[in-house]
């Protein structure tokens, strides 16, 4: 390595230590809210970054601030950027100052939502805050490559990868491998022996907790050492321990591990110990409360950048002196990037500023209220760290005291409230954007498609309809992979999948072990890598082993990157109305709830499940479908066009018209409406009877409110807790939709009991709604219409 290359190094490690320490004085100074940062980590994050190459990925954590800068995926202007929250992709590239900061993310997609070739590029997918949920996606970012060597049919997708050498690299702090799903992602990858490598970086603490109340006998290696690979014996980690100060140590390691794992596929992790962390954990306290004297004093002796500086000196490289002024260099290069984020954060703002008080000087010129008005723009004008929300809150203030004013068009008046509803349409877009997809892929710009039957379209199970679908699926595109627990040698526990592993073989439809996080985990890494995973949870129960990173990652990764990332993850999973405590959940206020992001199928059968499907496999969004548990044996006629189907999201499909009430349901529970809707009808009661198909999207054209116009009474059923979803379909169409005005009984919602469902047929009976319920609820909205006509009779 030249003289040049290691001054440079000390360099960046140098500018990455003073963006940690400025960056902490603006929190503490009250420019930014919170800090979090990489101090301690720098020599090892460049060791690192010399051994990524292009194409390569990253899913990492806040502290991995030097590293980006050293592969230049994020510049320090930027990085001050986003500690700011700069609401501008161009600012902020990472999240457009929709995360904190530190939390970084490299733009995989143009501004059409259509994906950047990969190889092209050093690739970061999006950081996250919960500790070790980076790691279930790192799964699948380092099995893709195995996908891209194995798969002769994925050669052709070379803007993804070049025969598979990619790399996924994985950092975590010591204190986040106590949670279970760093060691659930280890297993995974060991099994998968995909090309990753995990970088423990070891400070010894997880904020005031030390190693020992962490980690079993407080040492990772020693916890580690048995997902050692051993000779002659298949699987299994190669592991390298190496302190974080010693940087020749370092980029050996990193070199050798690197070639290792590209070349061979095989998994490593570097457990990086003697690391420091000299600004402590973050913004929000200080490590000499929980830090002794004597550690202190270790942590400044073994600080990497001393110990670079003195191996600097002492190999002859360069002398004191020509090390203190890049020292005091490193200082004036980082606080001229800031001054430049905080001017391009500000000026805007102040602009907006300058033209609204302007505007308040108008107003008062003519106002009864000019005093009051000319208090709050003093007021406005004397604020220094200036943000929109003071710019929002006084432009209502003045609004509400001149409320009782004439507003002509073009008076001053006028003119504010014009610039209020720009201004919140901005922001709608600053914060908001991105929820779903834009592009044209998006899945809600895919139409219908209806099923086409024949005279000799044969009645099958509705197993069989899936399993043909999925068959489809794969002919059609080599992108879908499918896997699961029990999906590949068995074909899943309902035989949706029976025989595809055999057609299309091991790595298109795969068994995994009991690990639903990184089942989830593993979709996402292959969805970002420009595949189409299918991955299956067993049972819509066992979706809460998974809720977390669905939610936290999945689901908002589109929003959070503000269109700069996305994962097309399918999950397929079955609920509903089997029995027993863990096969029969539907927790679906839970799901809709917490995977805003992410769109909800709720098919009442297989066909329209296959629908689902291939709509969601048009789309680029990521979405569930949740299939019918005691679907599978009931027969459906076979579409001739089964990989061709499909059903447009946010669509509500009438399945019985009726004339007195609508009853809004969805899956399981449509069967029980129209038994329903059948017993109602006997003592004169006409009930129409509307599927929902789709909980997210719901109902895009407001169709119930169509039938609510015309019955002028709504029932919302379904098999989850009382406030459950029931409650979003009511809130929807009611209030949303506006059918508060076309009401003449009161709204009522039917669900399940607020406990899970009892075992036995007669604990579901009990415990979830039945026919008898819905006519019970109905006929008594009809008693109080009309008792004579609909007497009480229990």
Aim: proline share 5%; with cysteine.
């Amino acid at each position: 390595m030249s003289t040049a290359e290691v001054l440079r190094d000390y360099t960046l490690a140098l500018q990455s230590r003073q963006a940690s320490l400025i960056g902490r004085r603006e929190v503490l100074n009250g420019r930014a809210k919170f800090g979090i940062f990489g101090d301690g980590k720098e020599i090892a994050q460049i060791a690192m970054a010399k051994a990524f190459q292009l194409g390569d990925f990253r899913a990492g954590y806040y502290r991995d601030q030097t590293f980006m800068f050293a592969i230049g995926a994020t510049t320090i202007q930027q990085f001050f950027a986003q500690l700011y929250a700069h609401a501008d992709v161009t600012a902020d590239p990472n999240s457009a100052g929709r995360q904190m900061n530190a939390h970084f993310a490299t733009r995989l997609l143009n501004e059409d939502g259509t994906w950047r070739d990969q190889t092209q590029a050093y690739n970061s997918s999006a950081d996250l805050s919960p500790t070790a949920s980076q790691m279930p996606r790192l799964v699948g970012l380092g099995y893709a490559s195995r996908l891209y060597r194995e798969l002769e049919s994925l050669h052709h997708l070379t803007q993804f990868s070049r025969n598979g050498n990619e790399i996924a690299f994985g950092t975590i702090g010591n204190a986040s491998t106590a949670e279970g799903v760093f060691w659930e992602a280890v297993n995974a990858i060991g099994v998968l022996q995909a090309p990753v490598i995990i970088s423990i970086w070891d400070d010894e603490y997880g904020i005031s907790v030390p190693n020992e109340h962490q980690i079993t006998k407080g040492n990772l290696s020693e916890l580690l050492s048995g997902f050692q690979r051993q000779p002659g014996s298949p699987g299994g980690y190669e592991i390298y321990t190496v302190k974080g100060w010693d940087y020749p140590a370092l980029l050996e390691t990193y070199a050798r591990a690197a070639d290792l794992a590209r070349t061979a596929h095989v998994p490593i992790i570097i457990h990086v110990t003697e690391m420091t962390q000299p600004l402590g954990h973050s913004t929000s306290g200080s490590h000499e409360r929980y830090k002794s004297p004597e550690r202190l004093a270790w942590e400044r002796e073994y600080d990497c950048l001393r110990k670079m500086r003195e191996w600097i000196i002492e190999q002859r490289i360069a002398p004191p002196g020509e090390l203190d002024n890049l020292e005091r260099n490193a200082e004036k290069f980082v606080e001229n990037m800031r001054s430049k984020a905080w001017s391009a954060f500000t000026r805007p703002i102040y602009h907006e500023r300058q033209n609204i008080t302007d505007i308040f000087e108008r107003i008062a010129a003519t106002s009864t209220q000019a005093d009051r008005i000319q208090a709050i723009r003093r007021r406005l004008l004397a604020k220094d760290s200036l943000l929109r929300r003071d710019l929002l809150s006084a432009v209502g203030e003045v609004l509400l005291l001149t409320r009782q004013e004439s507003r002509p068009p073009g008076s001053p008046i006028a003119e504010l409230l014009e610039w209020k509803g720009e201004e919140a349409a901005l922001n709608e877009e600053r914060y908001s954007s991105h929820l779903y997809s834009r592009s044209t892929s998006s899945a809600l710009n895919v139409t219908a498609v209806a099923p086409v039957y024949g005279p000799d379209s044969p009645n099958v199970p509705g197993s069989q309809i899936l399993n043909a679908a999925f068959d489809a699926l794969l002919a059609r595109d080599p992108r879908v992979v499918a896997f699961g627990e029990d999906v590949g040698l068995l074909g899943g526990v309902n035989q949706t999948w029976a025989g595809l592993q055999s057609k299309y073989g091991e790595l298109r439809v795969a068994d995994t072990g009991i690990r639903e996080a990184t089942i989830v985990g593993q979709a996402i890494g292959l969805a970002l890598r420009g595949l189409r995973p299918i991955a299956e949870i067993q049972y819509l129960d066992y979706l809460l082993y998974a809720l977390q990173i669905l939610s936290d990652d999945l689901a908002s990764l589109h929003w959070r990157t503000r269109g700069g990332q996305k994962a097309p993850v399918i999950v397929s999973t079955r609920g509903h109305r089997l029995e027993g405590i863990w096969h029969a959940g539907s927790p679906m206020g839970a799901v809709i709830n917490l995977l805003r992001g992410m769109h909800v199928c709720v098919p009442r059968d297989m066909t329209q499940a296959a629908g689902f499907y291939n709509t969601l496999m048009q789309g680029d969004d990521p979405g569930i479908v949740i299939e019918v548990l005691n679907g599978y044996r009931l027969k459906e006629r076979l579409p001739s066009n089964i990989g061709d189907i499909t059903v447009p999201l946010g669509v509500p499909e009438i399945l019985r018209e009726g004339e007195d009430v609508s009853i809004v349901t969805y899956g399981a529970a449509c069967r029980i409406a129209l038994d329903a809707a059948e017993m109602l009808e006997i003592v004169g009661i006409s009930a129409e009877v509307i599927d929902v198909q789709t909980l997210l999207p719901f109902d895009r054209h407001s169709l119930i409110l169509e039938s609510l116009k015309k019955t002028s009474r709504i029932v919302f059923l379904d098999e989850d807790v009382p406030g459950g979803a029931t409650a979003y379909m009511l809130q929807e169409v009611i209030e949303q939709q506006g059918g508060f005005h076309w009401l003449d009984s009161e709204p009522r919602t039917i669900t399940s009991k607020p406990h899970r469902p009892a075992y036995g047929s007669d604990g579901a009976y009990f415990s979830k709604p039945n026919a008898e319920d819905v006519l019970a609820v109905i006929y008594d909205m009809m008693n109080e219409v009309n008792p004579a006509r609909y007497p009480r009779f229990q």
